[in-house]
């Protein structure tokens, strides 16, 4: 440890000299006074240091910062660094493939396609292919030749309304947590692409309506948008709603992957005229969404209550989405449907990694399954009750790129969502300031000033870009492995890294089920040999104990 000399510790014992800083405020501030002969330049000194002297005063004189009662004047610093700190990170010492949570790579993916700029790496990849983890694509020797990038998937086939969607749509994200230019930009964007946009829990906003893009209206518990005054759901208003157009689907939220488990309050002030409308709640009052629904209390109920949906928006496609908690609840889920017959016309899977305006920091880190078990598990179970076939799946979890989506639907996935890439495309730096109303880019603030970053006609264009580059992309992939369509990946054409000498196809490392495994009373996992004979379809409570197996 570098030691002081002799000088200043004895200096210290008489005067700290961690006071230096503001004893030199105080002097120079006296100098300049001396020498002030009515020079603008020597007052303005004379003001500045003497205003870093008071500021010294009123640091030893406070009681909150411990930092700054010891460190006078000079003790800001160490906040002003801490505040850059993220940017400092970003910008010159993280690596380009460090994600935290989005690395430098990702996000100059995103931005160069939103720009059209080209998107060709030279010299080679930057990534370890001998690194634990790594996974690629198998190619063909026999490359297909595709005439469009345009991928489809048709939801709820058979139903009144049925929606011919892409494999690649906007993630929920609601007008509040985002400005009312990003929701103007995004939906604009999605009209241009062809492609939907969900619209989050917090309704259908006058901005979303503006430019006509496709729209999944994500009904959540606070039922924004179709709620009586008390909170409950109201079909009447519901049904009003849902008969709109331009809503393509109907998407009842049970919880997402940022923050599973956990309701949210936007409080008073930030509930203006604008969020007020759109989510039919008093402004100026505090908005709660409950941790968990009231229109329904029993698997069997949920079901209903989707059929229900169903029928009071005409027929329109109609699911729910989740992040992965208790196996039970899903398998009590499961349940509901072959004792009702009554199956939603998707389910999309919202992973852990999935990000948020705001969240407690453990329900962030520590609460909900992944992406890739959820999907996985998911998958399995509807496959072994052969439902598979009449359940579209779709996901959300930190896609970006093409291999994002090739990666999902090798594990089960007919689509992908994502919403920070998205955001990205809209001008988004990860300033990771989204809670604090001051979002440098003006992507998640209300503040009319801020906002005004996002030009709307360029802006959608650069979501249009993202959209059609990375489809473009995905072409190329689908391609090189010799296939039709993103649907015909399946775990055979991923291959993942074990560790320096071994590699595993996904399907041989990964566990999937036959098709009515379930209905056979197999049970060929530890996952259903523990939790399906725990589930009921008349409650979503565990029904006996769970084995030291577990």
């Known amino acids: 440890m570098l030691a002081w000399p002799r000088w200043t510790r004895r200096l210290n014992e008489h005067f700290p000299v961690r006071y230096l800083t503001w004893v030199l405020c105080g002097l120079l501030a006296l ?4 020498r002030w002969m009515g020079d603008l330049a020597h007052g303005l000194l004379v003001l500045v240091f003497l205003a870093l002297t008071l500021l010294g005063l009123r640091d030893i004189r406070q009681t909150r910062h411990s930092i700054l009662r010891n460190y006078p004047v000079i003790g800001h610093f160490r906040f002003l660094l801490e505040f850059i700190r993220p940017e400092i990170r970003q910008y010159f010492v993280e690596g380009d493939n460090d994600a935290a949570p989005f690395s430098r790579a990702q996000r100059s993916i995103v931005y160069q396609r939103a720009k059209g700029d080209p998107d060709q790496r030279p010299f ?49 994200m609601s007008f509040g947590a985002l400005s009312a230019n990003a929701i103007l930009a995004l939906n604009k964007g999605a009209k241009q692409g062809g492609f939907a946009h969900d ?20 009904i959540g518990s606070g039922y924004f948008g179709c709620r009586n005054d008390d909170g409950s759901f109201s079909a009447e208003k519901f049904q009003a709603a849902a008969a709109d157009p331009q809503v393509k689907m109907i998407e009842l939220k049970l919880s997402q992957g940022a923050k599973p488990g956990h309701g949210g309050v936007l409080p008073g002030p930030k509930v203006t005229a604008e969020i007020a409308a759109a989510r039919g709640v008093p402004e100026g009052v505090a908005c709660i969404s409950p941790a968990r629904h009231s229109a329904f209390s029993t698997p069997i109920e949920m079901m209903q209550f989707i059929e229900h949906l169903r029928n009071l928006s005409g027929g329109k496609p109609t699911g729910f989405k989740l992040c992965i908690g208790h196996p039970w609840e899903w398998f009590a889920v499961c349940k509901a449907m072959q004792e009702t017959g009554i199956t939603p016309d998707f389910i999309v899977v919202d992973g852990a990694e999935g990000g948020t ?31 598979r076939d009449k359940i579209k799946l779709g996901c959300a979890g930190k896609v970006t790129t093409a291999f994002d989506i090739v990666r999902l639907m090798a594990l089960g996935a007919d689509w992908c969502n994502s919403g920070r890439g998205f955001m990205f495309a809209l001008g988004c730096i990860q300033a990771q300031a989204c809670h604090t109303g001051h979002c440098p880019t ?16 360029d802006k959608a264009q650069r979501v249009a870009n993202f959209h059609q580059g990375t489809l473009k992309a995905l072409k190329e992939l689908v391609e090189a492995a010799g296939l039709c369509h993103p649907q015909e990946i399946t775990a055979q054409h991923i291959v993942h890294r074990l560790d320096k000498h071994e590699v595993k196809l996904l399907a041989n490392l990964l566990p999937f089920i036959e098709p009515g495994a379930l209905l056979r009373g197999e049970l060929p996992h530890n996952t259903f040999k523990v939790y399906w004979p725990l589930a009921s379809a008349r409650s979503f409570a565990r029904q006996g104990s769970i084995q030291r197996s577990a």
């Open 31 to 34: 100098f300049f006074a001396i």
């Open 124 to 172: 080679g990849t930057q990534l370890d292919v001998g690194a634990r983890g790594y996974e690629w694509i198998n190619h063909s020797l026999a490359p297909t030749h595709l005439t469009s990038h345009d991928f489809r998937i048709t939801i709820g086939a058979g139903r009144a309304q049925p929606y011919s969607c892409s494999v690649f749509n906007i993630s929920a």
């Open 199 to 218: 619209t989050g829990e917090g309704s259908i906003s006058a901005h979303h309506r503006v430019h006509g893009g496709d729209l999944i209206w994500e």
């Open 357 to 387: 305006g705001a969240a407690p920091l453990e329900f962030t880190n520590y609460v909900g399954a992944p992406l890739q078990e959820g999907l996985l598990l998911i998958h399995n179970t509807l496959v072994g009750l052969n439902l």
């Open 442 to 457: 003006g992507v998640t603030t209300q503040d009319p000033q801020r906002q005004r970053a996002i030009v709307v006609p």
